[in-house]
């Protein structure tokens, strides 16, 4: 059985609930749901600039189990307005790059704090 790796990191919201921020176990990487909230725990207020937050956040905990954008195979998306779909794509399109993940994207009424408008999660393998 693979070890697993259940890592907190650095400059990530601390977890409001009981939960780490990355698993790894063996070559397969889960990131909890990131929000657009900075290291200083301040929020944007444009959707685009949280999911920009977001994504940054991915990234920190991909990083940290030893992955990057390119092992990315799926993505949950949560909007609270649906109609922000617009403004979240161009920054994704910009992290994926090439590397297109399968995706899910669904509407919700509300995140864990009431400033927020995005929340991704991601899986990825490492080959």
């Keep these: 059985m693979a070890e697993i790796k259940r890592l ?10 009981h939960y780490c921020h990355v698993v790894r176990a063996g070559n397969h990487v889960w990131v909890s749901g990131s929000v657009g909230v900075r ?3 301040s929020i944007p207020e444009d959707a ?6 977001a994504l940054a956040n ?12 390119e092992h990315v195979v799926k993505v949950n998306v949560y909007l609270t307005d649906i109609n922000d779909r617009k403004k979240v794509n161009p920054p994704r399109q910009r992290y994926f790059g090439e590397h297109r993940p399968a995706s899910t994207l669904v509407g919700v009424t ?13 899986t990825a393998v490492i080959p």
């Design 8 to 17: 907190m990191v650095d400059g990530q919201l601390p977890p409001v609930s």
């Design 39 to 41: 290291a200083d725990g």
């Design 48 to 53: 685009g600039e949280q999911m920009e937050v």
């Design 58 to 69: 991915i990234d920190a905990c991909l990083k940290a189990a030893g992955a990057g954008a």
């Design 110 to 122: 509300a995140l864990v704090l009431p400033e927020l408008k995005v929340e991704i999660e991601a």
